[in-house]
């Protein structure tokens, strides 16, 4: 075991056998496991005597933070009630923003169609509360500047009931028209890419899928929504993945799932032996190790596959969607209906009751917080985990569709103490860590000396920001931030060279 790894083989098979807290009724989730069976009590027992082997795949370099996720494994998804004001960014997916199809003043439903995709890659939203268009205007993002944005002050009073679409099953529909039907639901992916799901089941021509990956690893700190839906939607999971598979065309799909989650692996795994023996769906374990649940990753752990320098998923014939996504397809679907709430986790030693919530869209951070409740004062607040997410500037934002978490730290929190920087110690940690195989201490002297199209020549591009390098620079060289600027900075050469050229 790493020296810097806290899991033991036995230790994280809490949700098994925590005391259910049920829903908004207080009813025990309807999917979550019953007490095991012998046979079941042996598949996790072969499990987590696997995992103590190391026998898991994954994929090579990497690094294991520490997890914090005892704090919320075993919380089951509770509602919270609405905020007085939801704020809804017009953009928030990959691709173009959504256009208003509302006025200030206008009354709306809980679910009806409040923005229209854009005509090029773009998904419609849907009003997350029955209520009254307030304003359409600038709201803060977690990104920094502000952003267009429809305000919906919402009807505390009102039933709350969603407006459901036309009523369809899956089953009946030709792929084409289930695509579409994932566009008008506004799915997009919700382990925090926000990719328009549509786009990714029609491939390009010349591409076909044959296998989807779905993403159940959640790698990141802090972060177990995944790891609940797992547990308590997986009738609604699975239905997903066989919608997605027909919609692509794709012969298997195959549930990766971090060995950190073995409840959740043995969960999944007699549901379908139970529904589905001998059908295209299965659950594979992969060891718990960050960033295990990037897509390239994944494809290296699962299929021992690469994508190609420059390339996508679909390139190898696959594509990969996260489990929450997929358990949203399977529920939404058959109603005919809009994304207009998520399940995130609200975690972090600054959080008086952390726990696992199903949120509408466009719900406050400060809501949040203030509901759940804070400990002392608050630090960074952090949207996603605290690897990869992002710290906000004003808790104001908003929760939207890729959000997977809000971790909020004091300030007294070793993870925000100010580190002296020393220069480069040539030490090799980094170049062990990064899991893409670049050489993070080249290109970081590299971003010291301003020279980033030499940056881009070390194939800069193929960095995605997951922060291995920075996490174990003895040095604590910020690297992810340098290679961060770097890429902006030869975007905006690029779009001036790009400008120049067409005139
Ligand atoms: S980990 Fe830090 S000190 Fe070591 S080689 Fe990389 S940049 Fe240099
Ligand atoms: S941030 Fe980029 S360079 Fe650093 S480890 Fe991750 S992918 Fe490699």
């Given at each position: 075991?790493?020296?810097?790894?806290?899991?033991?083989?036995?230790?994280?098979?809490?949700?098994?056998?925590?005391?259910?807290?049920?829903?908004?009724?207080?009813?025990?989730p309807k999917d979550a496991p019953q007490t095991p069976s012998h046979e079941g009590l042996f598949a996790h027992l072969d499990l987590a005597f696997?995992?103590?082997?190391?026998?898991?795949?994954?994929?090579?370099?990497?690094?294991?933070?520490?997890?914090?996720?005892?704090?919320?494994?075993?919380?089951?998804?509770?509602?919270?009630?609405?905020?007085?004001?939801?704020?809804?960014?017009?953009?928030?997916?990959?691709?173009?923003?959504?256009?208003?199809?509302?006025?200030?003043?206008?009354?709306?439903?809980?679910?009806?169609?409040?923005?229209?995709?854009?005509?090029?890659?773009?998904?419609?939203?849907?009003?997350?509360?029955?209520?009254?268009?307030?304003?359409?205007?600038?709201?803060?993002?977690?990104?920094?500047?502000?952003?267009?944005?429809?305000?919906?002050?919402?009807?505390?009073?009102?039933?709350?009931?969603?407006?459901?679409?036309?009523?369809?099953?899956?089953?009946?529909?030709?792929?084409?028209?289930?695509?579409?039907?994932?566009?008008?639901?506004?799915?997009?992916?919700?382990?925090?890419?926000?990719?328009?799901?549509?786009?990714?089941?029609?491939?390009?021509?010349?591409?076909?899928?044959?296998?989807?990956?779905?993403?159940?690893?959640?790698?990141?700190?802090?972060?177990?929504?995944?790891?609940?839906?797992?547990?308590?939607?997986?009738?609604?999971?699975?239905?997903?993945?066989?919608?997605?598979?027909?919609?692509?065309?794709?012969?298997?799909?195959?549930?990766?799932?971090?060995?950190?989650?073995?409840?959740?692996?043995?969960?999944?795994?007699?549901?379908?032996?139970?529904?589905?023996?001998?059908?295209?769906?299965?659950?594979?374990?992969?060891?718990?190790?960050?960033?295990?649940?990037?897509?390239?990753?994944?494809?290296?752990?699962?299929?021992?596959?690469?994508?190609?320098?420059?390339?996508?998923?679909?390139?190898?014939?696959?594509?990969?969607?996260?489990?929450?996504?997929?358990?949203?397809?399977?529920?939404?679907?058959?109603?005919?209906?809009?994304?207009?709430?998520?399940?995130?986790?609200?975690?972090?030693?600054?959080?008086?009751?952390?726990?696992?919530?199903?949120?509408?869209?466009?719900?406050?951070?400060?809501?949040?917080?203030?509901?759940?409740?804070?400990?002392?004062?608050?630090?960074?607040?952090?949207?996603?985990?605290?690897?990869?997410?992002?710290?906000?500037?004003?808790?104001?934002?908003?929760?939207?569709?890729?959000?997977?978490?809000?971790?909020?730290?004091?300030?007294?929190?070793?993870?925000?103490?100010?580190?002296?920087?020393?220069?480069?110690?040539?030490?090799?940690?980094?170049?062990?860590?990064?899991?893409?195989?670049?050489?993070?201490?080249?290109?970081?002297?590299?971003?010291?000396?301003?020279?980033?199209?030499?940056?881009?020549?070390?194939?800069?591009?193929?960095?995605?920001?997951?922060?291995?390098?920075?996490?174990?620079?003895?040095?604590?060289?910020?690297?992810?931030?340098?290679?961060?600027?770097?890429?902006?900075?030869?975007?905006?050469?690029?779009?001036?060279?790009?400008?120049?050229?067409?005139?």
């Amino acid at each position: 075991m790493k020296a810097n790894q806290i899991s033991a083989p036995w230790g994280l098979m809490s949700g098994s056998t925590a005391r259910p807290q049920g829903d908004r009724q207080g009813m025990r989730p309807k999917d979550a496991p019953q007490t095991p069976s012998h046979e079941g009590l042996f598949a996790h027992l072969d499990l987590a005597f696997k995992r103590w082997l190391g026998w898991h795949k994954t994929f090579a370099h990497g690094v294991y933070p520490v997890e914090h996720k005892e704090l919320t494994a075993g919380k089951p998804i509770r509602r919270l009630p609405f905020a007085d004001e939801l704020i809804i960014p017009l953009q928030q997916h990959k691709g173009a923003p959504a256009v208003p199809i509302v006025k200030v003043g206008q009354e709306v439903m809980r679910g009806e169609p409040i923005a229209r995709a854009n005509e090029v890659m773009s998904v419609p939203l849907h009003a997350p509360a029955t209520g009254v268009i307030r304003a359409i205007g600038l709201a803060p993002t977690a990104d920094g500047p502000k952003a267009p944005a429809i305000f919906l002050k919402v009807y505390q009073a009102a039933s709350q009931d969603a407006l459901l679409g036309k009523r369809c099953d899956p089953e009946q529909l030709s792929p084409e028209e289930i695509i579409q039907a994932v566009q008008e639901a506004g799915l997009v992916g919700l382990g925090g890419a926000a990719f328009p799901s549509y786009v990714k089941l029609r491939p390009q021509a010349g591409r076909s899928i044959h296998t989807l990956l779905v993403n159940g690893c959640e790698c990141e700190p802090y972060l177990t929504c995944d790891h609940r839906i797992m547990l308590e939607q997986a009738e609604s999971l699975i239905r997903g993945i066989r919608i997605a598979l027909k919609a692509a065309g794709a012969r298997r799909a195959i549930i990766g799932v971090e060995d950190n989650k073995l409840d959740a692996i043995a969960h999944l795994r007699a549901h379908l032996r139970q529904t589905d023996p001998d059908g295209p769906i299965s659950v594979a374990a992969v060891q718990a190790k960050y960033p295990q649940g990037a897509e390239k990753m994944l494809i290296k752990a699962l299929l021992d596959q690469e994508v190609p320098i420059g390339g996508i998923p679909a390139d190898l014939g696959v594509a990969v969607f996260n489990v929450g996504t997929l358990a949203q397809m399977g529920e939404l679907l058959p109603k005919g209906q809009g994304l207009i709430e998520r399940v995130i986790t609200v975690s972090g030693p600054a959080v008086k009751h952390p726990g696992n919530f199903l949120v509408p869209i466009g719900t406050p951070v400060r809501f949040l917080l203030e509901r759940i409740g804070i400990t002392g004062d608050l630090g960074e607040v952090i949207l996603g985990g605290p690897m990869m997410g992002m710290a906000v500037a004003s808790l104001d934002v908003p929760i939207t569709k890729g959000v997977s978490g809000v971790v909020a730290l004091h300030p007294e929190d070793p993870a925000l103490a100010a580190r002296p920087v020393y220069p480069c110690i040539h030490c090799g940690e980094c170049v062990r860590a990064c899991p893409v195989s670049l050489n993070p201490s080249l290109l970081g002297e590299l971003a010291m000396a301003r020279q980033y199209q030499a940056m881009a020549e070390q194939y800069l591009e193929q960095c995605f920001e997951c922060g291995c390098c920075a996490f174990v620079c003895p040095a604590n060289i910020p690297l992810t931030q340098y290679f961060r600027i770097a890429k902006s900075i030869n975007r905006d050469a690029e779009r001036r060279r790009a400008g120049k050229g067409s005139h």
